[in-house]
C-alpha cells in the first residue's frame, strides 16, 4: 500500500513539474524542446534574430554569439533579402518578361511573333510538350478528339478550316490565358515552352 502510495505521489509530483518548467509567462519564453528545429542557424529572410544572446545557453558558435542570432550584420537594416534596385521588372528564369496582355486582348497578341528560334530540338520539345498538356482535350493529332474532350465537349479541332491560319501570337495567347470553354494554362507552363509548343502546333499540326 505504501509504496503504490509513494509511487503515485512521485507521479503526481513529477507531472506538476514537469508541465510547470514549461510554463512561458510574461517575458519569459520559457524552455523550448529541440529548438534547433524552428531557429535556423542559417540565414534566413524570414527568422531574423537580431538578439545576439538568444540561445546563448546551448552555443557552439566559434564567434561566441547565441546560438540563434542570424541576422546579416553585411546588409543595410541587417536583412538577408535586399531591395530589388527602383523600377525592376522581374523575369522568368527563361529571360522573358511578364505577359501583361488582358484575356481579352486577343487582338494584340495575335501580332506577337514567337520568340524561339525554331529547331529540331525545339520541335521535338514541342511535341513532348503537347502530348502533356494538350492532347488530353485535343488529341495526339489535334483533331479534338481527346479523352477529356470527348467528357468536355466542344472543343477545337486545331486541323479545322477555322483553326488552321491563326497567327501564332493568337495560339500562345488563348493557351496563356484561355478562352471560352478552355482554361488557362498560363500558371502551369512557362513561356518559352508555350511558345515551343506553338511551334509544333504550326509546323507540325497545321502542317499545310
Ligand atoms: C481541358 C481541355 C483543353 C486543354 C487541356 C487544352 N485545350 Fe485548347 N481548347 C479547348 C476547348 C474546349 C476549346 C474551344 C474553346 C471555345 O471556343 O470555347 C479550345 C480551343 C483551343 C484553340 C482555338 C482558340 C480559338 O481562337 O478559338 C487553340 C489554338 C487551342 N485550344 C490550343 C491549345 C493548346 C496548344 C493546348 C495545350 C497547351 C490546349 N489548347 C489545351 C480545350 C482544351
Sequence with gaps: ????????????????????????????PGYEYAPQMYNSIAYEPLSQIVNEDEG???????DGKGEFFNSNINNPNRMNMREPVANTVPRSKDGSLPYRLKQFELEAAALNENPVTLTPQVLAEGKVLYTQYCSACHGQGGEGDGKAGEVIGGVANLKGG?????PEGHIFHVVMKGKGRMGAHGSQIPQERIWKIVHYVKQEIQKQ
Excluded at 503504490?4 to 519569459?28: H, K, M, N, Q, W
Excluded at 546563448?56 to 566559434?62: I, K, N, V
Excluded at 477555322?162 to 491563326?166: P, R, V
Design 1 to 28: 500500500m505504501k509504496i503504490t502510495r509513494s509511487i503515485y505521489t512521485f507521479a503526481f509530483l513529477g507531472a506538476v513539474l514537469g508541465l510547470a518548467s514549461c510554463g512561458a509567462s510574461g517575458e519569459d
Design 56 to 62: 546563448a545557453w546551448l552555443s557552439t558558435r566559434e
Design 162 to 166: 477555322a483553326y488552321i491560319n491563326l
